[in-house]
């Protein structure tokens, strides 16, 4: 197959693999899906290396003059968000079993080291999130509340990057994760909420339900307590918490819009995803683990994340896909609607 033929008719998620073996050739393909438990551990620790770093920066900014310990202490809060949607990408990693060679490690590890700290079951996600790939490009998309209603104007984006700033997102996000882990509403990182029967159940019920299905990520956040207490810093928990109620979601809202917002809606994925040019800045932040090779990891779901900028250099050769945008472009277009009336 030719890239024109690529082109003319659409990369669809039936056929995709197909497509792409008679493009660059079966054992390149082969060799795309090797998958590596060294490189799952690296990702992890380097991951956590990252937060060690930005706990070490607060402690430093503690003994420092204002004027210098509160820029240290907003940028390490910045790195605190992006490592925890750094945790939240491995996860997603793992949902696909692409983190790690071994099943084990793959589901169980990478439970225990990204997914529960930040309230986040890879069962669970894995589930919903193989509905997303399924009907990607569909009002049927299972997560198409996260890129519904674009494009709006510049000052509804802003009320909405201000709210996810400002941790009201992540307050209701915290709720969120109360009623879907005590069986109130289905389980989701969408925006829609389906209730559930109640069947006579008491709050009470609720609760106990709660703690059956959030006990490994209440244990989780009690042992990074724990450690951070062991160490004479359990102020850095806050630290952790802020993160996670504001630039651990502003981050997540960016990374999604880029991914899916404004796209068609058809099943080609080449035209209901997209790619995005990610600098160290935006890959530090919103785009961890090269997140943004959307349409690659669309079209190969299954490949490891450290394959995705390989396999977006090949399809780049081959003229297959397009030169992605940057995230500046992405925030511009969804924020539209003023220039696109006048």
Known sequence: MSEQDLFAEGLQRQSARRKLTELLGEQTIKDLHRRSNWMGLWSIASCWGAIAIAFGMIVWAQTQVLWLALPTIIIALAILGGRQLGLAILMHEASHRALFENVWLNDKLSNWLCGHIIFLDVEKYRKHHFVHHAKTGTSDDIDYS?????????????????????????????????????????????????????????????????????????????????????????????????????????????????????????????????????????????????????????????????????????????????????????????????????
């Open 146 to 342: 996260l890129i519904r209603g674009f494009p709006t104007s510049q000052a509804s984006l802003v009320r909405k990057l201000s709210r996810d700033f400002f941790g009201i997102t992540g307050f209701k996000n915290l709720i969120g994760v109360y009623l879907m882990n005590a069986g109130y509403v289905k389980w989701t990182v969408a925006s829609d909420i389906e209730k559930l029967p109640r069947n006579g159940r008491s709050h009470l019920d609720y609760f106990i339900n709660f703690l059956k299905e959030a006990w490994p990520s209440l244990v989780a956040n009690v042992i990074l307590f724990t450690l951070l207490w062991a160490i004479g810093h359990p102020e850095l928990y806050l630290a952790w918490f802020v993160a996670y109620l504001s630039p651990y979601l502003l981050f997540t809202r960016i990374r999604a819009l880029a991914e899916h917002a404004m796209t068609e809606q058809c099943p080609d994925m080449l035209k209901n995803t997209r790619s995005t040019n990610a600098g160290p800045i935006a890959r530090a932040l919103f785009a961890p683990f090269r997140v943004n090779y959307h349409i690659e990891h669309h079209a190969l779901a299954s490949i490891p994340y450290w394959q995705l900028p390989k396999l977006h250099k090949l399809l780049r050769e081959k003229n297959a896909v397009p030169k992605p945008p940057g995230y500046w472009y992405v925030l511009k277009l969804v924020s539209s609607k003023d220039l696109q009336a006048a």
